[in-house]
């Protein structure tokens, strides 16, 4: 009888590998809940807000402009926690998109896309939801979410 190798790591782990993984997670968690995956959004978006403002400083005092406020939460988004490589809420009225370039959930995004599943929730539009809750009281729907070979747009409408 052979018996079980243990093996250590030799080296670090990357952060690309770690990614990775956890993406595969994602994927699998919307292959299983399928549509019930939406019913998740809004308490993801609470917990990513949560820590966007109370570990890394995201505050939306001072301010009642919607895209001020936005631009903030973009800021901590790609510069705090490298969400991707570039990224834009842009509010239009009732309207407001996510732009974003290379993110980190992109391969989970694609695979879904490639097995012909279309994503219904997108973790950072939904902490952007909550945010616009937050700061005006007004739900969001998250109407549309389009994945290219290196970007996420997600389109919202503000209700109420």
Not at 95 to 112: C, K
């Amino acid at each position: 009888m052979t018996e079980a190798k243990v093996v250590e790591r030799m080296n670090e782990r990357s952060e690309e590998m770690a990614t990775k993984v956890n993406n595969l997670m994602l994927y699998g968690i919307y292959k299983v809940l399928g549509a019930g995956a939406k019913g998740l959004g809004n308490s993801i978006g609470e917990e990513i807000l949560k820590a966007m403002m109370e570990e890394y400083g995201l505050n939306f005092e001072g301010s009642n402009d919607p895209q001020e406020l936005l631009n903030r939460f973009t800021e901590v988004m790609i510069n705090t926690f490298g969400f991707a490589e570039k990224g834009e809420i842009e509010v239009d009225g009732n309207r407001v998109t996510l732009r974003i370039e290379n993110p980190m959930d992109l391969y989970s995004l694609q695979l879904l896309k490639k097995k012909g599943m279309k994503p219904i929730l997108y973790p950072m539009a939904n902490a952007v939801g909550v945010a616009i809750k937050k700061f005006s009281g007004k739900n969001v729907l998250i109407k549309e979410i389009r994945v290219s070979d290196k970007n996420v747009e997600v389109e919202t409408l503000i209700l109420g």
